[in-house]
């Protein structure tokens, strides 16, 4: 069955924007949307809806109603996508990414390692996550600051996608670490990716939308939680998030514009949630959270 990307082209800032946007019109539909820089000099991004040709007039019908009056200015264009697995190739020429002592890269620049980095090794795959984006590399940098400076006896990652920030944990603190995705694709990987980086025991990774999962009770609370998801979803389940975190325990939180800060901060000062830092990566915002 033929796949077809319906896009706009728009700022990196707007782009987040959108992508919000349509995540909320979509929810928990099996619809791919993602974000993707074309041109970083003009700064040109593209927003993207992957879907079957047969639900084409659905999806397109949605995203113009959602799109005529927040964004009348942009153009849906679509594109037929051929059957060829282009994430795996556009991965393949990525550089390695460095975010504090992380250094994040392909099989095809282990020599780029240094004696003293946290190497993680991950390959093109299907999932989210490669420390590329302002978001997964704020999220490690923020990693190595709350690991240096305190001890944890367990961690979650929300919203694992790749698996690097579990394994970038994993790397720093032998503790047992719960990884959980929406996508069974995206564990699939994620394993993968833990045993390409010697991760072989100490991680569970699980398939949970959201918290409905009793992994959540068997694993946790948790002294860390990690949710590099997007700012609407993170307010949404802040109830549940602090239910599961560790008396004393820290948030990391981040797929957050710089925009939308005060929002999502207000939501988790609501659950007596105090903040302790922000980093700040290509106008995305990452979260250090502390609750009392």
């Not at 940098?141 to 920030?165: H, K, Y």
């Not at 959201?210 to 979803?233: C, E, T, V, Y």
Request: charged fraction near 25%.
């Amino acid at each position: 069955m033929s796949e077809i990307r319906l896009y706009v082209s728009t700022t990196e800032v707007q782009s987040g924007e959108v992508l919000d946007l349509l995540s909320e019109v979509f929810g928990e539909e099996d619809i791919a949307i993602a974000n993707t820089e074309v041109d970083e000099k003009r700064d040109i991004w593209e927003t993207s809806v992957y879907l079957y040709a047969n639900d084409e007039d659905d999806v397109r019908a949605r995203v113009t109603d959602a799109l005529t009056s927040a964004f009348p200015h942009l153009t849906i264009e679509r594109e037929i996508i051929p059957d060829v697995d282009w994430i795996a190739k556009s991965l393949e020429g990525l550089t390695p990414v460095r975010a504090g002592r992380f250094l994040v890269h392909g099989s095809h620049d282990r020599d780029k390692v240094r004696i003293n980095d946290l190497a993680i090794e991950i390959e093109a795959g299907q999932a989210f996550g490669t420390g590329h984006h302002g978001t997964t590399a704020g999220c490690l940098e923020m990693i190595e600051q709350v690991l240096r400076a305190r001890t944890i006896r367990n961690a979650l990652d929300l919203g694992t996608g790749s698996g690097v920030l579990a394994i970038a944990v994993a790397k720093m603190r032998p503790v047992p670490v719960l990884a959980t995705d929406i996508d069974p694709i995206a564990i699939r990987v994620a394993k993968e990716n833990a045993r390409l980086n010697g991760i072989v025991s100490g991680m569970s990774l699980e398939t949970a939308p959201g918290f409905h999962s009793d992994a959540f009770r068997k694993h946790g609370p948790f002294d860390l939680i990690i949710a590099n998801i997007l700012a609407r979803p993170l307010i949404k389940m802040a109830p549940q998030l602090v239910t599961h975190l560790a008396p004393g325990g820290t948030v990391i939180l981040s797929g957050i514009l710089a925009s939308q800060r005060w929002k999502v901060l207000a939501a988790y000062n609501g659950m007596r949630l105090s903040h302790v830092r922000t980093l700040w990566r290509n106008g995305w915002v990452t979260i250090h959270l502390r609750k009392d």
